[in-house]
């Protein structure tokens, strides 16, 4: 058995760091201005999804800033642990509700950002120019719609862990080793007016520990 986007010390497993994927977007948001910085989580008994808002958290407290327990809304999706478009699209129209409403939103998956998108559109709400938007994964579809968003390598992560499984049936007796993946900030239109396409700032690889 090899886990993905999963750990525990007894196997092998690929993961990406979840929790500074949450504060770099986090900390983006912060850094080009936004201060009222809502969040549309998962489930919340989705490991990955705590871990970013762990994240998020950090990054609004190295800013001075208290997390707003109002601005954070939980999709009640039952499907995917929540994420799924229609999971963020219901979330967003309850973050608009809000009043005041948030000035930027991290949300922890680009399919959940697809619904949220829609919703904001939906209230006549302009993207970035009154409200700034990030995402989490990088699916394909996502550059096609200019979401910026926090890159996870998820073809060079299925790999890795097909080598894995392969090594371990080989040799049975290998010490456990856990990969966790760097998540890489991916700039477009969502949020920053101005920033160019594609501009990275983290590195690819964490760290290998055994």
């Known amino acids: 058995m090899v886990l993905v986007d999963s750990f525990h010390p007894d196997f092998d497993?690929?993961?990406?760091?979840?929790e500074q994927g949450g504060y770099l977007a986090a900390r983006h948001l912060l850094e080009h201005g936004?201060?009222?910085?809502?969040?549309?989580?998962?489930?919340?008994?989705?490991?990955?999804?705590?871990?970013?808002?762990?994240?998020?958290?950090?990054?609004?407290?190295?800013?001075?800033?208290e997390s707003d327990p109002d601005l954070i809304v939980a999709?009640?999706?039952?499907?995917?642990?929540g994420y799924t478009e229609e999971g963020g699209y219901?979330?967003?129209?309850?973050?608009l509700e809000r009043t005041p409403r948030p000035e930027a939103v991290f949300v922890v998956s680009d399919i959940m950002?697809?619904?949220a998108l829609r919703a904001i559109e939906e209230a006549g709400l302009r993207v970035p120019d009154e409200l700034g938007l990030i995402g989490f994964d990088d699916l394909?579809?996502?550059?096609?719609?200019?979401?910026?968003?926090?890159r996870q390598p998820m073809y060079e992560m299925g790999k890795l862990a097909a080598e894995k499984l392969l090594r371990r049936i080989a040799e049975p007796e290998l010490p456990v080793t856990s990969t966790v993946f760097a998540p890489r900030l991916i700039c477009r239109r969502t949020c920053a007016p101005g920033m160019r396409d594609g501009q990275p700032e983290t590195a690819t690889l964490s760290r290998n520990q055994t």
């Open 140 to 150: 394909r579809v996502s550059r096609f719609l200019g979401l910026s968003t926090l």
């Open 90 to 95: 219901e979330a967003m129209k309850q973050l």
């Open 113 to 115: 950002a697809l619904g």
């Open 13 to 18: 497993s690929v993961s990406i760091d979840n």
């Open 75 to 81: 999709s009640t999706d039952p499907h995917n642990h």
């Open 34 to 65: 936004y201060r009222r910085i809502g969040l549309l989580m998962a489930h919340p008994d989705s490991v990955p999804a705590r871990e970013r808002r762990h994240g998020y958290e950090r990054a609004l407290r190295e800013a001075g800033l």
